[in-house]
């Protein structure tokens, strides 16, 4: 390979990387927006979420172009081959952050003038926080080809699902409790769901950056913690 077709390929390849930067940074912020819209019931900064996944959907489109136009041309081996294909993953699974991001805005457009106690919120918030953290560190570890950190992240995604199965489970005493809670904490239920599940592409992006670095998958069952579809709240008076 001549100089000039590595300097070109390598243009490539930077190119790649920076739409899935660029890509990340949109997601960031849609998941840090939709869940500030939550928190303060705004409707306007929901819309305003909805309205940027168009965004990301190019860049996702932009991305898979660029890079089944790169092995056509060329047809890289190894580990430039491993960059290229981990980079129409990563670019997938963020655009699925931003889908359920997107998700948990019109959820908050829904019960924009519901006004709830906060208390009601506060464990999705939280749960949120420590998934925007999730997705921060595995975008850095990703850019930075860490391993280390990437690992981490997957371990860390346990936490998640254990906070979310017991936000189901408080979100169900609350509706037990109250009538009129039903139809705010039902759309907190998919709120917080669309939440996790980016906890959950966040661990896939972890996955992804062991595959590019060290050629294989991980070999270890990933953790989860998840237990809401075995969670039932006990009724008043029943046995």
């Not at 136009?69 to 670019?91: G, N, Y």
Request: net charge negative; glycine share 4%; aromatic share 4%.
């Amino acid at each position: 390979m001549t100089d000039h077709i590595v300097s070109s390929y390598d243009v490539e390849l930077d190119t790649l990387r920076s739409k899935i930067a660029e890509m990340g940074g949109i997601a960031e912020k849609m998941l840090g927006d939709a869940t500030m819209a939550l928190v303060r019931r705004d409707a306007a900064l929901a819309q305003a979420v909805i309205a940027v996944d168009e965004r990301l959907d190019a860049l996702q489109h932009d991305v898979e172009e660029r890079a089944v136009l790169t092995i056509a041309k060329r047809q890289p081996m190894a580990v430039d081959l491993r960059e290229i294909v981990s980079a129409i993953r990563v670019a997938g699974d963020i655009e699925r952050v931003g889908d359920l991001a997107k998700n948990t805005a019109k959820r908050v457009v829904a019960i924009s003038n519901e006004m709830q106690p906060q208390k009601i919120v506060g464990g999705v918030q939280h749960m949120s926080d420590l998934v925007q953290a999730q997705l921060k560190d595995v975008l850095d570890a990703y850019a930075q080809k860490d391993t280390a950190r990437a690992l981490d992240v997957w371990q860390r995604d346990d936490r998640i699902d254990a906070l979310y199965t017991s936000i189901f489970r408080e979100l169900l005493t609350y509706m037990m409790e109250d009538p009129r809670n039903i139809s705010f904490c039902t759309h907190l239920l998919f709120l917080a769901k669309n939440i996790e599940r980016i906890g959950d592409h966040t661990t896939n992006v972890a996955e992804t950056i062991h595959y590019l670095v060290t050629g294989k998958p991980l070999a270890a069952e990933r953790p989860k913690s998840d237990e809401s579809s075995f969670t039932t709240v006990p009724v008043a008076g029943q046995q």
